[in-house]
């Protein structure tokens, strides 16, 4: 799977600013949807949001540097 | 498998099932207790007014010994209403001055209330209460709209800012 994700010029990366944003992003949603009645903010669900911003963080800025590599575009070009 | 992949799936799909999970209200032990004319073992949700004052009511077959209301807002947690019973009362009625509350805003919050009978048994019920209101107006709901549409315009530049990079 790894071979197959770097045959496709899919590489999981980690930036920090990326992964902060994700967070502030699903805290800020969910603390909304308390606000407009829709559910409850439990400690549980804090931290829920925060792993779903940070993984949402990571699959962005993965996303965002397959578009650099030399390789992912050229292929994509394809 | 790329373990990496197979952790970040894992903890995606907790993420999302804690998301959307919702507790029902429930009350435990021989007691009935009300709050705003609802009873916590049978409604799940009250709808209040914003910084309306709730009154509450417990009750049991035997005499009590002390109660407590809790408020639940994330990890912080606040006590509104509670006390000890002197007599051999069985039953107690007040107000929760939710006006204190009002700098968390609008929207759904969980209430816990409990008590405790002099034969050291106890009752402890959950119940939702939904403060109306414009959650736009209070310093909560408008900062959180802030951080949303801020960190989505961050996120979404920092995304075309790598691809832009490459493309020079």
């Given at each position: ?8 010029g899919?590489?999981?990366v980690?930036?920090p600013g ?8 699903a ?7 308390q606000?407009y009645g829709?559910?409850?903010?439990t ?9 779903f ?10 996303a ?6 030399p ?8 | ?8 799936g894992?903890l995606?799909a907790?993420?999302?099932?804690a998301f ?10 021989p ?8 009873d916590f073992?049978?409604?799940?949700e ?9 009154p509450y ?10 109660y ?9 947690s606040a006590?509104?209403?509670s ?5 051999d009362?069985?039953?107690?009625s007040?107000?929760?001055p939710?006006?204190k509350?009002?700098?968390?805003g ?12 002099a034969?050291?048994?106890s009752c402890?019920?959950t ?27 961050g ?5 075309l800012k ?7």
């Amino acid at each position: 799977m790894a071979d197959s994700a770097a045959a496709s010029g899919w590489k999981w990366v980690f930036k920090p600013g990326m992964i902060v944003l994700g967070a502030l992003f699903a805290l800020g949603v969910l603390v909304l949807l308390q606000q407009y009645g829709v559910t409850t903010f439990t400690t549980g669900k804090l931290g829920a949001a925060l792993v779903f911003g940070a993984i949402l963080g990571v699959v962005l800025g993965s996303a965002g540097a397959r578009r650099t590599r030399p390789a992912a575009r050229a292929e994509a070009s394809q | 498998m790329n373990r990496r992949v197979l952790l970040l799936g894992l903890l995606f799909a907790a993420a999302v099932l804690a998301f959307i999970g919702s507790a029902e209200a429930k009350m435990n032990g021989p007691c009935t207790a009300q709050i705003a004319g609802a009873d916590f073992g049978t409604v799940d949700e009250v709808s209040i007014p914003s910084g309306a004052s709730i009154p509450y009511s417990f009750s049991a077959p035997t005499a009590l010994s002390s109660y407590e209301l809790q408020l639940h807002y994330g990890p912080y947690s606040a006590s509104p209403s509670s006390g000890t019973v002197e007599s051999d009362q069985t039953s107690i009625s007040g107000e929760v001055p939710m006006d204190k509350y009002a700098w968390l805003g609008t929207g759904l919050y969980s209430l816990t209330g409990g008590v405790v009978l002099a034969d050291g048994s106890s009752c402890k019920g959950t119940i939702n209460v939904n403060v109306e209101g414009n959650p736009l107006a209070s310093a909560v709901g408008a900062t959180a709209a802030a951080v949303t549409v801020g960190s989505t315009a961050g996120l979404i530049a920092m995304f075309l800012k790598a691809g832009a990079a490459a493309a020079a």
